[in-house]
């Protein structure tokens, strides 16, 4: 079916809203009434029709939009994107396994021939129509990566894997939740992961480490993490974080509704063939409070998690100075009734 993208921004006037089909198939993170760290990997096999999970990489509306602010991003501050030399193979397996991917579940508006090395790729909805040879970085007007990072919504690293280890030694990155490619890349799995709380000494990363050593080809897995952000903003990165930091202390409680967004990521984890690198894509969907209680059951959990916290996460995903006024906003949606297991709508 053909998707309708719409025209909208992620920051200055932020014009960014859900369609009510969208908000439906929003992956709500939360599958009871508390939320705490886990080791939160599953297949990554095709869900429900229509679900953000049909698909190994999710087009949605906000497509076209998204595209153009990472391009934005990307004119203002080329670092964040980077790979290191001997990351060349394993971009050119992303690209294949992008595209692959986008012809074969959006025929409407993705096409790919292929005629040995010889590649022909056809992007609707951008108006990019592009003949290169595979293996040839000269034949494309970006390093493989870069190229189809800019079509694919989502921020991407990769990870090479030696020494019983793995090392983000590459990654598009312009729409993070606080954390810097720049300042990560050539980092292991504990390095980066260092400034998490709580979940290193409940040995969370540890058995998520050994997990992900073992990934095997066409096996991909994944799992959900979340946040929040004030405005609908996609670029939430340390570089530019005087353009938002000061944004959390204009919640009041008469636009918390309209301003606090849960941010969640739907974390894609690839075994790549050629590399034996490991492709971790972070796809993220915003919703507005207001957004979320149009869905009854989300109304009455979102409150009873964000009361259940522990401060550490508070701390850590910089909710502090907001997180009272969305609990007594979203509270008028809780009628104390029992929540049903699972995350989606009843
Ligand atoms: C190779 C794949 C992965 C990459 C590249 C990655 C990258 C990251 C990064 C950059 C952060 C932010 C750290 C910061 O604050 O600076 C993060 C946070 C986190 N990661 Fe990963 N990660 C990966 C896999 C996993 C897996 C498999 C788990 C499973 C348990 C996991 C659990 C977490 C948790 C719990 C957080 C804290 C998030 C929050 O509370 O907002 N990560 N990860």
Redesign the pocket.
């Known amino acids: 079916m053909a998707l309708i993208f719409k025209d909208e921004t992620f920051r200055d006037d932020f014009t960014y809203t859900n369609s009510p089909a969208t908000i439906r198939r929003f992956p709500f993170p939360f599958i009871e009434d508390q939320y705490r760290?886990?080791?939160?990997?599953e297949p990554h096999t095709p869900g429900p029709k229509g679900s953000v999970l049909e698909f190994p990489f999710d087009i949605d509306e906000h497509y076209v939009s998204e595209m153009r602010d990472r391009a934005m991003v990307l004119q203002d501050d080329p670092g964040r994107c980077q790979a290191l030399p001997h990351m060349m193979t394993a971009q050119w397996d992303m690209l294949e396994l992008v595209m692959v991917a986008l012809a074969r579940d959006y025929p409407d508006h993705f096409t790919l021939h292929r005629d040995g090395a010889h590649w022909h790729w056809i992007n609707k909805p951008l108006k990019i129509d592009q003949k290169f040879v595979f293996g040839e970085v000269n034949s494309l007007p970006y390093e493989p990566m870069e190229y189809i990072g800019r079509q694919v919504q989502g921020d991407f690293?990769i990870?090479d894997q030696r020494d019983n280890q793995?090392w983000?030694d590459a990654g598009i990155i312009t729409s993070?939740?606080?954390?810097s490619l720049d300042f990560?890349v050539g980092m292991n799995?504990f390095e980066?992961?260092a400034?998490?709380p709580l979940?290193h000494e409940a040995g969370?990363?540890e058995r998520?480490l050994k997990?992900?050593l073992n990934l095997q080809i066409g096996k991909p897995v994944r799992?959900l993490?979340?946040?929040m952000t004030i405005n609908p903003r996609l670029d939430t990165s340390p570089e530019n974080y005087p353009k938002w930091g000061t944004d959390r202390t204009t919640v009041t409680p008469e636009n918390v509704g309209k301003k606090v967004h849960l941010r969640v990521e739907m974390?894609g984890?690839f075994r790549l063939p050629r590399s034996n690198a490991?492709l971790?894509s972070i796809r993220g969907y915003l919703m507005s409070l207001e957004q979320i209680v149009t869905v009854p059951k989300w109304g009455r959990r979102l409150p009873r998690v964000l009361k259940s916290l522990p401060q550490e996460?508070v701390d850590?995903?910089g909710l502090s100075r907001y997180r009272q006024t969305a609990i007594d906003w979203l509270e008028k949606y809780d009628d104390g009734a029992p929540t049903t297991p699972g995350n989606g709508p009843d």
């Open positions: 760290y886990s080791v939160n990997i690293s990870q793995l983000m993070q939740a606080d954390w990560d799995f980066w992961h400034p998490v979940a969370v990363f998520a997990f992900l799992r993490n979340w946040t974390q984890l490991i971790f996460l850590y995903k």
